[in-house]
């Protein structure tokens, strides 16, 4: 997909978070818009930090058997501890990575940081092996950041 694409899902994410009711409303409007606009991504959640915990949050995709997960735990547990964003091109050959589906292949993990401290983070499956590249890390990256805004801000 072109860089113009990506732009513009960029674009229209981050105006469907400025634009929901509340950080509820935006975490939902950002997981719906991102599944919805990308093929490749198959399932489509958001966890947040409780405690030492991050827990299932809004989702798009199989239920899936990791609601809650310790920080020491998973590529979503990595992702956080490490406050950096994780692509993995196989999720077969990674011994953190933690199954939710059996047809997931390939996985991208993005944290939603204020300053240091992590809110909760994106976590996105692919089907498809190696699915995930620098122009899905920006975009995520970016919606991490306005999520951040939403989730820190009074306006919650
Ligand atoms: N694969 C994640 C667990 C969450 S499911 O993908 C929804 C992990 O290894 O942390």
């Known amino acids: 997909m072109h860089t113009t694409e990506y732009n513009r899902i960029a674009g229209d994410t981050i105006a469907a978070i400025g634009g929901a009711g509340d950080a509820h409303a935006a975490m939902t409007a950002a997981v719906a818009t991102l599944k919805e606009q990308l093929p490749h ?27 809650r997960i310790a920080l020491d735990r998973g590529i979503c547990g990595a992702a956080a501890t490490q406050r950096q964003t994780i692509i993995v091109d196989d999720v077969n050959s990674d011994p953190r990575y933690l199954a939710c589906s059996l047809e997931t292949r390939s996985e991208i993990v993005v944290p939603i940081l204020a300053g240091d401290r992590v809110l909760g983070e994106i976590d996105i499956d692919s089907d498809r092996l190696a699915a995930f590249g ?7 990256e970016e919606v991490a950041a306005a999520l951040a805004d939403r989730l820190s801000s009074g306006r919650s």
Do not use: E
């Open 41 to 67: 991504y198959n399932w489509v959640g958001i966890y947040l930090m409780d405690g030492n915990d991050l827990v299932l949050g809004p989702f798009l995709g199989k239920p899936s058997p990791h609601t």
């Open 134 to 140: 620098a122009q899905d890390r920006v975009l995520l």
